[in-house]
């Protein structure tokens, strides 16, 4: 798919409508057409990143900032009891939409999503070993 055809890459540049709740060089922070929970919001990058593994440091480091300003503005406004920020890269991690993207979703007691991490055993001995070889990467 060519950037012409991206749907979110059409949305930053106002190309489709949005209920858009914050704007800047940057980003396009709008609220989801299929939300999650009420205030699900999505911050796109106006620039076109496939995901986070294209994603620059500049870019993510201004992001991650922009997410805590307007996660805080979404509990304030929505009175909500929690947010989940989720990150979607590749098909196999639920990645539907090309385009880099983050979600806030706010969370209420009992709103009956379930996102939820499962748990696997694990070695620690292995889990040093692992993280020694990532540590060198970084």
Do not use: W
Request: proline share 4%; hydrophobic share 40%; with cysteine.
């Amino acid at each position: 798919m060519s950037h012409n055809d991206c749907i979110f890459c059409k949305i930053a540049k106002g190309e489709i409508p949005s209920a858009t709740i914050f704007e800047n060089a940057d980003f396009k922070v709008i609220l989801d057409v299929a939300p999650a929970t009420k205030g699900h919001a999505l911050i796109i990058p106006k620039e076109h990143f496939k995901d986070i593994f294209e994603l620059d440091s500049d870019t993510a480091a201004k992001l991650f900032t922009l997410a805590a300003a307007v996660a805080r503005e979404l509990k304030a406004e929505l009175k909500c009891d929690g947010l989940n920020v989720l990150q979607n890269n590749g098909e196999v991690a639920g990645q539907t939409v090309f385009h880099f993207h983050m979600h806030l979703i706010p969370r209420y007691n009992d709103d009956g999503l379930n996102i939820t991490l499962g748990s696997k055993e694990s070695d620690p001995e292995e889990l040093q070993k692992l993280a020694e070889r990532i540590r060198k990467r970084i």
